[in-house]
Antibody, heavy 119, light 106 residues
Framework: EVQLVESGGGLVQPGGSLRLSCAASGVTFSSSFMHWVRQAPGKGLMWVARINSAGTTATYAESVKGRFTVSRDNAKNTLYLQMNSLGVEDTAVYYC????????????WGQGALVTVSS | DIQMTQSPSSLSASVGDRVTITCRAS??????LNWYQQKPGEAPKVLIYGASTLQDGVPSRFSGSGSGTDFTLTIANLQPEDCATYYC?????????FGPGTKVDF
């Protein structure tokens, strides 16, 4: 059974930083492209970032480019999202997902980590 | 970026009804279109990928169709557990944009 478990969420002041982790099991993590998707309270889903299986290429939504960095440690089966210069608009539940090969849909999701940016 | 729209934004139905949700892309995405279901307090889960392929374990009352810019998700014989918000998503281009969602309740 595939499990994705996010951690590292919490309350942070505007301008602060936070790092999310996503621990994967039951999946060949080192072969999987991974994504972060977020959902602001009461709002829809927004794609945030993607990283390839080797960790050498990352792509970001315009709204987080230059502030967020996605990385991975394939030896630890763990995905990360470093978030800097956080604003209130970044308040959301952050989900990590796996990308199915060939069909590219998001086939497994974590339970989400809540990030609240507030003074 | 490819913009995704959905209609209706919400609907109220009854058990046993046939429900259709429409998704439109701002440019052709071929069949690179997925549907996700999200229940309150839960993570989304994929129902249909490639516009019409049912994910393993998803009940056969769910079906998808379409290609290019216009897509539909149909729920035949609506069940109480289908109360949820449904999102379409294109995966032809990055950013992998989602539609705004359609809330289905009773």
């Amino acid at each position: 059974e595939v499990q994705l478990v996010e951690s590292g969420g919490g309350l942070v002041q505007p301008g602060g930083s936070l790092r999310l982790s996503c621990a994967a099991s039951g999946v060949t993590f080192s072969s999987s492209f991974m994504h972060w998707v977020r959902q602001a309270p009461g709002k829809g889903l927004m794609w945030v970032a993607r990283i390839n299986s080797a960790g050498t290429t990352a792509t970001y939504a315009e709204s987080v480019k230059g502030r967020f960095t996605v990385s991975r440690d394939n030896a630890k089966n763990t995905l990360y999202l470093q978030m800097n210069s956080l604003g209130v608009e970044d308040t959301a539940v952050y989900y990590c997902t796996t990308e199915a090969p060939y069909t590219l849909h998001f086939d497994n999701w974590g339970q989400g980590a809540l990030v609240t940016v507030s003074s | 970026d490819i913009q995704m729209t959905q209609s209706p934004s919400s609907l109220s139905a009854s058990v046993g009804d046939r429900v259709t949700i429409t998704c439109r892309a701002s440019q052709s995405v071929s069949t690179y279109l997925n549907w996700y279901q999200q229940k309150p307090g839960e993570a989304p889960k994929v129902l249909i990928y490639g516009a019409s392929t049912l994910q393993d374990g998803v009940p056969s009352r769910f079906s998808g169709s379409g290609s290019g810019t216009d897509f539909t998700l149909t729920i035949a014989n609506l069940q109480p557990e289908d109360c949820a918000t449904y999102y379409c998503q294109q995966n032809l281009r990055t950013p992998r944009t989602f539609g705004p969602g359609t809330k289905v309740d009773f």
